[in-house]
């Protein structure tokens, strides 16, 4: 665990467990996925803590809060997205970055001052084989969780999410 994070209490949940525990079954193997591991996830939260320290702590609170691993890879995909913007922020491209959870979920502000506003997807398939015995994927339906446009209706429909005239 590393020494000076900013919130101890986050590394003790069973996600950041989960995360932990799997990164140490497969280091060292081909089946270590580094994009989606706790190295990440701690650095990468590290990092935004260092940029803006509510927005870190605003992360770790959701993270505290959701139950479901489901979710937590979803706010996971969220760090991911925002501590790639980090560099750009630096180099001075981006002017700033922004969150508002019940409306966007990263504001991107440009040197120029314009934005644009991302809403971040995470698909979740469903791996479980069905009568035939077949892992059915579907990406393009408007019911199965593993669908972009489920998603997309979810985020407009019941999260009330993207209704404002901008650049989405």
Do not use: W
């Not at 934005?115 to 997807?121: C, D, G, K, P, S």
């Not at 339906?141 to 005239?165: F, G, H």
Request: overall charge positive; charged content about 30%.
């Amino acid at each position: 665990m590393p020494k000076n994070f900013f919130d101890r209490t986050l590394l003790d949940t069973e996600y950041a467990k989960q995360l932990r525990t799997t990164y140490e079954d497969t280091r060292g193997t081909p089946f270590l996925n580094y994009c989606r591991s706790y190295p990440l996830f701690v650095s990468a939260l590290s990092a935004i803590h260092e940029y803006k320290r509510e927005h870190a702590r605003s992360y770790a609170k959701r993270l505290k809060q959701e139950h479901d691993l489901k979710n937590c890879e979803a706010i996971f995909t969220e760090i991911i997205v925002y501590s790639s913007y980090l560099p750009l922020v630096q180099e001075g491209h981006i002017r700033a970055l922004s969150l508002k959870h019940d409306d966007y979920d990263l504001k991107i502000e440009r040197s120029d001052g314009s934005a644009a506003f991302l809403e971040v997807f995470c698909l979740m398939p469903d791996f479980t084989p069905n009568d035939r015995g077949v892992i059915d994927i579907q990406t393009h339906t408007q019911q199965a969780m593993s669908s972009v446009r489920q998603k997309l209706l979810r985020k407009i429909a019941k999260q009330r999410q993207m209704k404002q005239n901008r650049e989405n």
